[in-house]
């Protein structure tokens, strides 16, 4: 590594410069989502290369009375198209690979929208009676009430570590280097995220809506084969349909059977974020038609459905009700897209 070479990942959001033989500068924040420019937030860093491992010791920079803060460290391979982050996948090209890296991966790109296109099952609406049917629930999961859904397309599988890089340019799995597991460890908001750029990329197809988080009511029709009385997605037992109660890790979608509906890992492999806020008492005063949830939730909880690998069977039944804080990146949460015929 030269002075004044410059690493920049391809949104342009991460700049990496070297200072020195032992020195860096990260910058962040260089535009906004609108292109326009914003003040960076500036990073000094010191690095150790040995091989092909480069091993980045960083903190916020400081004047240079007081020096520098370090504590954060973050581990790169240098590659022939520039820094790797070994965690996260994410790649901060030189200028001379940049132009192709950006060819790259809008043909991931590409393949990972046309993935989605494919696997997206159409949701025939009906009405069913939502909620604890079984009577071994909780309190939050009652009174069971009808509710009737209109049209829509749900993934058939949760969204995969492949796609998320393919739109994202990083994968901040907890348990990575599986491309076809689901990706975790992603925020209600990270996720609202890959949704809008899914959205505003020139390759999707504008005969249909919007891809979007399904409404909670909408996943658990879904779910449950259409609203049939299943305690799990397609079954009264989990063990054909989904991993749960002692699994330390996730798994590639689509190994269990799948339910009624072609859906698959509905019932455990991870929990999924649903775009309604959650409240304990929504149940109470519900529309009977295509609810979306309250119009705000304390302290921006959102509701996660399904259960995980790590979490009690029980957990997995398909009328349960989780949830999370918005900000909130946990190893056994990811998601599926819905869509709006």
Not at 144 to 150: K, Q, R
């Given at each position: 590594m030269k002075k004044g070479e410059v690493y920049r990942s391809l949104d342009g959001f991460e700049v990496i410069e070297v200072i020195s033989s032992n020195e860096l500068e990260i910058s962040l924040g260089g535009k906004n989502i609108d292109d326009m420019?914003?003040?960076?937030?500036i990073f000094a860093a010191r690095y150790h290369l040995k091989g092909d491992k480069l091993l980045v010791e960083?903190?916020?920079?400081?004047?240079?009375?007081?020096?520098?803060?370090?504590?954060?460290?973050r581990h790169y391979l240098l590659t022939e198209e520039g820094l790797k982050d070994e965690k996260t996948g994410m790649v901060y090209y030189s200028s001379d690979k940049a132009k192709g890296a950006l060819a790259a991966l809008e043909e991931k790109k590409w393949k990972a929208i046309e993935e989605l296109e494919k696997t997206m099952i159409l949701v025939k609406g009906g009405c069913y009676q939502?909620?604890?049917t079984f009577g071994d629930g909780y309190?939050?999961?009652?009174?069971?009430?009808?509710?009737?859904?209109?049209?829509?397309?749900?993934?058939?599988y949760e969204?995969?570590?492949t796609q998320w890089f393919a739109i994202m340019g990083d994968n901040p799995s907890e348990f990575n280097g599986c491309d076809n597991c689901p990706v975790e460890n992603v925020s209600w908001v990270d996720v609202q995220d890959f949704i809008n750029k899914l959205n505003?990329?020139?390759?999707?197809?504008?005969?249909?809506?919007?891809?979007?988080?399904?409404?909670?009511?909408?996943w658990e029709y879904a779910a449950r084969s259409g609203g049939k009385k299943e305690k799990y997605a397609g079954s009264n037992s989990i063990g054909s349909v989904g991993w749960s109660g002692c699994y330390a890790k996730t798994h590639p979608v689509g190994q269990k059977k799948p339910n009624g509906l072609g859906l698959y890992d509905m019932s455990g492999n991870v929990w999924e974020w649903v775009q309604d806020y959650y409240d304990k008492n929504y149940y109470k005063n519900s529309p009977r038609n295509n609810p979306s949830g309250p119009n705000s939730?304390?302290?921006?909880?959102?509701?996660?459905?399904?259960?995980?690998?790590?979490?009690?069977?029980?957990s997995s039944r398909s009328a349960k009700r989780q949830w999370y804080h918005h900000f909130t990146r946990r190893s056994d949460v990811g998601f599926r897209c819905a869509r709006t015929p």
């Open positions: 420019p914003i003040k960076p937030d960083y903190g916020l920079k400081r004047d240079t009375e007081i020096g520098y803060i370090m504590g954060r460290r939502m909620g604890d309190e939050d999961e009652k009174p069971v009430h009808e509710v009737c859904i209109a049209d829509f397309y749900i993934g058939k969204v995969t570590q505003n990329s020139p390759l999707t197809k504008g005969d249909r809506g919007l891809y979007r988080l399904p409404t909670e009511a909408e939730g304390y302290e921006r909880k959102g509701v996660v459905r399904g259960g995980s690998g790590s979490y009690p069977i029980h």
